[in-house]
C-alpha cells in the first residue's frame, strides 16, 4: 500500500501500526523543514488513535493504533498537508555547546586530523565554524543528529564501534555530528566531550534538543590537552 | 506491598510502555507480550495500564506484605504458593507473609504477574516501564527490593478465561508478517529465501531485539539508507545478512534496511520465545493483520 506524487513524496503503511510518509532519502535542510512542518501539523490535528509521531531527516512516521486509528482518513491528511505548501515555521532555538576538544575527551580529534590531512586546530575550527541544524533526535534518549559536518572532516564511523562511550562525548559519522548524552556502545568518531546535560529525565521537555534547533559548538579553554 | 526475596534471571516493572516521546528518542519498551500482559490485568480488574511484573525464563520468588490479589500469566511456569501447587493462569489470594515462587518453565519464556490495584513504581515521563538500556524507568529488579502495590484503577475481576487467546509457543513458531518498502533491497530471490528459511533466536538476544541465525540475506542495492522510526516486530538486515527482529526495548530510530514486520497479534507471540527456539516469517495481508487483532479484542470481550 504505497501513493506517491511526481512532486517526490512517498505514503506508505509501515507494519499495521503505523504509517509513514517519506520525502525521498536526502539529508537537506528544506526537507527537514518540511518533515517538521508536517509532523506538527498532524499532532495538532490530533487524529483518534495516533500514538507517537516520530520525524527522522526525510520522513514522519506516525504510530498508531490499528483498531482506533481512521488510516484511510490518516492517508488522506498527509496527502493533503504533503500537497499544501510550507507556510509554518515550527519553533527553533539555538543552543550554545562548550566542547572541550582532543586529549582523553577526543580520542579520535588526531584521526578525524589526519583523515582531513589538516592540523587538530583546523578540524576544531571545520567543527565549530557551522551552525548546525537538529535533524532528529533518537537512537538514544536526547541524542540529537546534526549535520551537515564540513565534508574535509566528515569521516566514516568506527570499523569496530565502542562499547562504552562515555556521555556528554562529541562525535562525526560521515556528515552527521552528535552529543552521546548517556554512556552507550557507538561507533562514531569521538573529537570531544561537552559538560551539557542532553537529556535529563527530570527536566521539562527532558530532551535539551528538538528537531528543528540550532547549536553551535564552541571550544573551551584547554582543548586538545 | 511485596518484597523481592529471590529476583529471577530479568525481572521487570513494565505497563503499556512509554508513548510518546520518541521523537525524542525515548524508547517505548513495555511488555514482550502485551496480550498475557493485559490479560493478567484483566483477570485481577486492573485497568490494562496498570503494571505488572514481566518474569523471564528463571522466575522469581515474591513475599507478599499485605493480603493480596494476583494471578500469573504467560508462559508455563509451575507456581507455588507457599507448599501448594497453583497453576498459571488462576486468580489467587495470598494473605500477607505469603511467598510465591516460580519453578520449572515448561512453555513459553515469559509470565506476567500482575496483582490487583497494579504496581506501584513511580512514573518516569508518563509510564512505569522499565527501559534497561537507557535506565528510564528503574532497573532489573534485585533480591530485598519492596515494590507498592494497589493504587491502580482496580474493580472486580472481570475475565472468565484463564489463559491466552494464542498458542503458547513450545520450542518455536510461525511468525505473520508484512512486506516493508525497503525490500526493493532485496530482491524476490532473497525475499523467497527469508520466507522459506528456518531461523533461530541467537544467544545474544534480549529485550531490544532477537538476533536470528540461519540463512543470510543479501542486499541488492546499497544505496544509503536514511534512519528512520523502527516500529516493534521490525526485521531489519544488518550487513552481516543476518536478520535481526526489533522487541519492546528497541531504539526509536535505526539505519539497517528492513523486509518485513511480524504484526501486531504475532509479537507477542515472538515475545514468548527464548534464545534457541526457532522462528519462521509466513508473509499475510494488511487486512489479515487486522482481522487477527480484532479477532484477539473479540475473544477477550467474551471472556469477560
Not at chain 1, 506517491?4 to 526537507?31: E, K, Y
Not at chain 2, 486468580?91 to 497494579?118: E, K, M, N, S, W
Not at chain 2, 533491497?185 to 527469508?194: A, C
Not at chain 2, 542486499?219 to 544488518?238: C, D, E, I, K, R
Request: aromatic residues 6%; negative net charge.
Amino acid at each position: 500500500m504505497t501513493s506517491c506524487r511526481q512532486s517526490g513524496w512517498r505514503i506508505s503503511m509501515v507494519g499495521d501500526s503505523a504509517i509513514r510518509i517519506d520525502f525521498g532519502a536526502l539529508i537537506d535542510p528544506q526537507v527537514s523543514v518540511r518533515v517538521l512542518a508536517l509532523a506538527a501539523a498532524v499532532r495538532e490535528t490530533g487524529p483518534d488513535g495516533v500514538r507517537d509521531i516520530v520525524p527522522s531527516y526525510s520522513a514522519a512516521t506516525i504510530y498508531i493504533d490499528p483498531l482506533l486509528a481512521d488510516v484511510d482518513g490518516l492517508w488522506k491528511l498527509l496527502e493533503r498537508l504533503a500537497a499544501e505548501p510550507v507556510s509554518r515555521q515550527t519553533s527553533s532555538r539555538d543552543v550554545l555547546v562548550p566542547v572541550h576538544y582532543g586529549g582523553s575527551d577526543g580520542p579520535d580529534l588526531e584521526a578525524v586530523a589526519s583523515f582531513a590531512n589538516c592540523s587538530v586546530d583546523q578540524v576544531i575550527h571545520l567543527h565549530t565554524a557551522p551552525r548546525y541544524r537538529v535533524y532528529m533526535v533518537g537512537f538514544l534518549p536526547g541524542f540529537p543528529y546534526l549535520g551537515p559536518v564540513d565534508s574535509r572532516i566528515a569521516i566514516p564511523r568506527l570499523a569496530n564501534p565502542r562499547l562504552a562511550v562515555p556521555a556528554g562525548s562529541v562525535g562525526i559519522a560521515g556528515v552527521q555530528t552528535g552529543i552521546y548524552p548517556t554512556v552507550a556502545p557507538g561507533g562514531w568518531c569521538l573529537i570531544g566531550r561537552t559538560s551539557v546535560k542532553a537529556f535529563d529525565q527530570d527536566r521539562d521537555p527532558p530532551s535539551l534538543f528538538r528537531p528543528g534547533d540550532f547549536v553551535r559548538f564552541e571550544a573551551v579553554a584547554g582543548s586538545t590537552r | 506491598m511485596i518484597r523481592v526475596v529471590d529476583a529471577g534471571l530479568l525481572t521487570t516493572v513494565q505497563d503499556c510502555g512509554r508513548w510518546g516521546s520518541q521523537d525524542l528518542g525515548v524508547p517505548v519498551s513495555g511488555p514482550m507480550d502485551l496480550i498475557s500482559h493485559r490479560v493478567a490485568n484483566m483477570l485481577v480488574g486492573n485497568d490494562s495500564a496498570c503494571a505488572t511484573l514481566e518474569v523471564t525464563l528463571v522466575g522469581p520468588e515474591i513475599e507478599f506484605l499485605a493480603d493480596t490479589m494476583f494471578v500469573v500469566v504467560g508462559g508455563e511456569f509451575e507456581l507455588w504458593l507457599g507448599e501448594d501447587r497453583i497453576p498459571v493462569g488462576s486468580v489467587q489470594f495470598a494473605h500477607h507473609g505469603r511467598r510465591l515462587r516460580f519453578g520449572h518453565r515448561t512453555a513459553g519464556a515469559r509470565a506476567y504477574l500482575a496483582i490487583a490495584g497494579g504496581i506501584d513504581v513511580p512514573f518516569t515521563l508518563g509510564s512505569r516501564s522499565t527501559d534497561l538500556a537507557s535506565g528510564l524507568g528503574g532497573r532489573l529488579l534485585r533480591a530485598g527490593d519492596k515494590l507498592n502495590t494497589g493504587s491502580g484503577e482496580s474493580g472486580t475481576p472481570v475475565l472468565r478465561g484463564n489463559g491466552i487467546p494464542f498458542d503458547l509457543p513450545r520450542g518455536g513458531a510461525t511468525l505473520r508478517c508484512l512486506v516493508e518498502q525497503d525490500v526493493l533491497r532485496f530482491d524476490d530471490e532473497v525475499v523467497g529465501v527469508f520466507a522459506d528459511a528456518t531461523y533461530t533466536v541467537g544467544p545474544d538476544s534480549n529485550r531490544m531485539g532477537y538476533r536470528l541465525i540461519g540463512p543470510k540475506l543479501e542486499q541488492v542495492n546499497s544505496q544509503q539508507v536514511l534512519s528512520n522510526a523502527t516500529p516493534m516486530g521490525t526485521v531489519q538486515v544488518p550487513p552481516s545478512g543476518q536478520p535481526i527482529l526489533l522487541m519492546a526495548d528497541r531504539q526509536t530510530i535505526g539505519g539497517y534496511p528492513r523486509i518485513a514486520s511480524v504484526i501486531s497479534v504475532d509479537q507477542s507471540v515472538a515475545g514468548q520465545l527464548a534464545p534457541g527456539d526457532w522462528i519462521r516469517f509466513e508473509f499475510c495481508s494488511r487486512s489479515e493483520a487486522v482481522e487477527a487483532l480484532i479477532a484477539v479484542e473479540q475473544t477477550l470481550l467474551q471472556w469477560m
